[in-house]
């Protein structure tokens, strides 16, 4: 059994629309280990967003807490938050975030440079993450250039960048056509195998959830048993 990476202990989080408390997570327990793949499955509004947000430190829960190695996230200051985001998270998203005025390899050497590795390392490393992702030929194309599953293997290639422990993705596929979704999540399936990076995905797909090693259902931000969401 592997050690556990990110816990989550009894996280809640509520938002306030002028109103109402609108309860988004209750009480959501999960514990992840090094080099998982889980989905995150549930329907429009269910929290799923949310809970990444707050995986990742981007949001804060309003009680419980989120520990990484053991380590309670909340106590850390902005700096050391932002230094482990760098260092340790890799983040997808459902429209690919790129830098259009970029091309593939400068999108994916970004991190590094940020980083502080120098320019010739960066790019040597931009280059074989984009062969890994079967870019190779595409790392001078700009983002507007490339197809829609071209543009999230670009996607996938910066956030590996770092070689994080654990990459957060946000409806990955939900862009792209049936067969390309496939395409890029054996790709995400192949670099878990791989790399043992761990992989946080969230859908609303339940047929891509079911085609994963492991799946948490959220239902009305509550992680529940798979068949009580089919009530
Ligand atoms: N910053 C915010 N302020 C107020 N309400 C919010 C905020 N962020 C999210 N919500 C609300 O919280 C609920 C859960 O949102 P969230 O984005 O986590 O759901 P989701 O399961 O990811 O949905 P989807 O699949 O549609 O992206 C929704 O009702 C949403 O409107």
Redesign the pocket.
Known sequence: MTSELLRCEHVSKS?W?GNHH?Q?LQDVRLSLHEGELLAIV?S???????LLHCMGGLDQPDSGQILFRGEAIARWSPRKLADWRNQHLGFIYQFHHLLPEFTALENVAMPLLIQGQTAKAARRRAEQLLERVGLSARGSHRPAELSGGERQRVAIARALANKPALILADEPTGNLDDDTARQVLQLMLELNQELQTCFVI?T?DQQLADSLPRQEQ?HHGRLVPKQATQR
């Open positions: 938002y629309d609108l988004v549930g429009s509004g269910s929290g799923k967003s949310t969230v609303h959220l």
